[in-house]
C-alpha cells in the first residue's frame, strides 16, 4: 500500500548485521551499499564490492580512507553551483575589507597566502584528510569489534570465500566506515560557510576559505544585504586563521587533543551484540534513533570527560577571542550584531559539525563556555588592550584556562604584574584581607616596648589579642 513506510538505507545496514551476526545468511551487495548510503543501482553496487573486495586482500592493520574524498566530494555535487568570476570577486574584496579591519583590532599576523573561495566540492576535498585523522582511532576501534563479532558468529561459508576472515573483515568494516565518513564530509560541505566554520582548524594554518553558494544561503535567512553578511563572514574566518597561523602550535593541540580523546574509545564485542539484539528489523524509527545516536560508542570514561573538559576549554578560547576581535573589527557594519546572533544561534542549535562529531566519535564539540570567554577577552581587551591580549596566544604556557575564565579580573591583575605568581595573588589577597579585617582591633607597642590598649590609643580592641588571638602584638601598615 502507498501508506506503508518503504525500506531505506538504514534499515538494510540493520538488516544486513543482524542476519550476519545471526549467522542467517551471507551479505547482499544491495544491502552493503544501503549501509554506505549509497544509491542501489548497479553501478554503485559494482564500485562498493570492488572496494570491500580490494579491501578484504589488502587486509592491511589501518583503515584505508582514500574512498572518502571521492564520496564526500560526490555528495557535494549534488545541488552545487559553480563558481563564477562576479562572486570571486565580492569574495575577494570582502577579504581585502576584512583585512584591513583586522589590522586595526590585533597584532596577530596577516596571512601570507591569498584567501580563496571554494565551491562545496573543493571545501570536501580540502577538508578530508583532517576528518579522516580525527576518525581513525574510533574506525579501529569499531573495525576491530566487528572483526571480533564475525569471527565468533558468521557462518562457515562466509569465513570460506573471504579467507583470513579477520584481517578480511577489518578491512571490509574500515572501508564502510570510510565511505560513511566520507557521506558526512559531503553534507557538511552543503551547510559551512567557510574553512573554519566547524571550529575545528579543518584546513591548513595558512588557509581562509569561504564557501559563497552557502554563504548566499545564510544571508537569506537574515534581513541583511549580502554584501554586508559575506563581509562579516570574510572578517571571521580570516582572525581564525591568522590566529592559527601566529600560534603554530595550537592547531597541532586541538587536533592531537581531539585524535587523543578518540583513542580512548574501545568498543567491546558484547556491546555490538547488545546494540543490534534488542533492534527491531521492521521498526525504521527504532533503526535510525539508533543509528543517528552512536549506539556502538561506548559512554565517556572520567579520564575521557576530563580531557573533553580541556578540549572545550580551548575551543571556547579560540572562538571566544574569534567573537571578540570580530565584534570590534566590523562595527562599522550597520547590521553586524544582527548577523552576530544568527552566527550564534546557528552555533547553539549544534553547528554543522556537531552531529559529524557524535556520530562517528562519539564526541561533541560544542564550546558550552564560549560566552564565557568571550566576555573574559573582551575584559582583558578593555583593561590592558589588543598587544596584551593577542600575546597570550605566543605559547601553550601563557593562555588562559577555565579558572581564568571564571575569574578574568584575576588574570588582569596578573598580567598588570608579570612578576606575580599565583601563589602571590593568593598570599596577597590572604593579607589584605586580614588588614582589611583586624588592623582596628589590633594593640600597639609603644615606644617603651609596652602595648598600649583601648584608652592608651582610641580605636584598638579591648581584647589585646593579636591577629592570632594569642596575645601577640600586630604591626599595622606605616606611613
Known amino acids: 500500500m502507498p501508506d506503508e513506510p518503504q525500506p531505506g538505507p538504514d534499515d538494510d545496514f540493520q538488516e544486513m548485521l543482524r542476519k550476519l551476526l545471526s549467522g542467517e545468511g551471507q551479505i547482499d551487495p544491495s544491502q552493503l551499499a544501503g549501509a554506505a548510503g549509497l544509491p542501489n543501482d548497479p553501478g554503485a553496487v559494482a564500485e562498493l564490492m570492488a572496494q570491500l573486495q580490494r579491501a578484504a586482500q589488502n587486509g592491511r592493520d589501518g583503515i584505508d580512507f582514500t574512498v572518502t574524498a571521492d564520496r564526500a566530494a560526490g555528495i557535494a555535487r549534488e545541488g552545487a553551483q559553480p563558481l563564477d568570476p562576479a562572486t570571486t570577486q565580492a569574495a575577494a574584496q570582502a577579504f581585502q575589507v576584512a583585512a584591513l579591519w583586522l589590522d586595526e583590532v590585533t597584532t596577530v599576523a596577516e596571512l601570507t ?39 565468533q558468529r558468521a557462518p562457515e561459508e562466509l569465513k570460506t570465500m573471504l579467507g583470513d ?75 581564525h586563521a591568522r590566529l592559527f597561523r601566529s600560534a603554530r602550535w595550537l592547531r597541532l593541540h586541538i587536533i592531537s587533543s581531539i585524535t587523543e580523546y578518540a583513542k580512548g574509545v574501545h568498543i567491546p564485542f558484547d556491546r555490538v551484540e547488545e546494540s543490534l539484539s534488542g533492534i527491531d528489523p ?36 579560540v572562538e571566544g577571542w574569534v567573537d571578540t576581535v570580530t565584534a570590534a573589527a566590523t562595527a562599522r557594519l550597520p ?10 544561534r546557528r552555533r547553539a542549535a549544534g553547528g554543522p559539525a556537531e552531529s559529524a562529531f557524535a556520530t562517528l566519535v562519539g564526541l561533541e564539540l560544542r564550546p558550552r563556555r564560549l560566552r564565557e570567554a568571550a566576555a573574559m577577552w573582551q575584559r582583558v581587551t578593555d583593561e590592558l588592550g589588543a598587544d596584551d591580549r593577542d600575546a597570550l596566544w605566543a605559547a601553550f604556557d601563557l593562555v588562559p584556562g577555565s579558572d581564568d575564565i571564571d575569574a578574568p579580573e584575576a588574570l588582569v591583575a596578573r598580567l598588570r604584574n608579570p612578576s606575580q605568581t599565583p601563589e602571590d595573588d593568593a598570599f596577597d589577597r590572604a593579607l589584605e584581607d586580614l588588614l582589611n579585617d583586624t588592623t582596628a582591633d589590633r594593640p600597639t607597642e609603644d615606644e617603651d616596648g609596652g602595648i598600649e590598649g583601648p584608652d592608651d590609643q582610641p580605636g584598638t580592641s579591648p581584647s589585646g589579642d593579636g591577629p592570632s588571638g594569642d596575645g601577640t602584638p600586630g604591626s599595622g601598615p606605616q606611613r
Not at 566540492?121 to 585523522?133: F, L
Open 282 to 317: 521492521t521498526d525504521q524509527e527504532q533503526l535510525r534513533d539508533a543509528l543517528a545516536s552512536g549506539a556502538l560508542i561506548p559512554p565517556r570514561t572520567p579520564e575521557q570527560d576530563a580531557a573533553l573538559a580541556r578540549l572545550e576549554t580551548m575551543l571556547a578560547l
Open 165 to 239: 576472515v579477520s584481517k578480511a573483515m577489518r578491512g571490509v568494516g574500515g572501508a564502510l566506515f570510510a565511505i560513511q565518513l566520507g557521506q558526512v564530509v559531503g553534507q557538511l560541505a552543503k551547510e559551512v560557510v567557510s574553512g573554519g566554520d566547524v571550529g575545528v582548524p579543518l584546513l591548513d594554518e595558512q588557509v581562509a576559505a569561504l564557501v559563497p553558494q552557502n554563504v548566499a544561503e545564510f544571508a537569506d535567512g537574515l534581513d541583511v544585504p549580502v554584501d554586508e553578511v559575506r563581509i562579516y563572514l570574510a572578517v571571521r574566518e580570516l582572525a
Open 113 to 151: 597566502a591569498t584567501p580563496s573561495v571554494y565551491t562545496r566540492e573543493q571545501w570536501a576535498r580540502a577538508t578530508a584528510p583532517v576528518w579522516s585523522q580525527i576518525a581513525e582511532p574510533v574506525a579501529s576501534s569499531i573495525a576491530s569489534a566487528l572483526t571480533e563479532a564475525i569471527d
Open 335 to 344: 547590521r553586524s550584531g544582527a548577523i552576530a546572533e544568527m552566527v550564534r
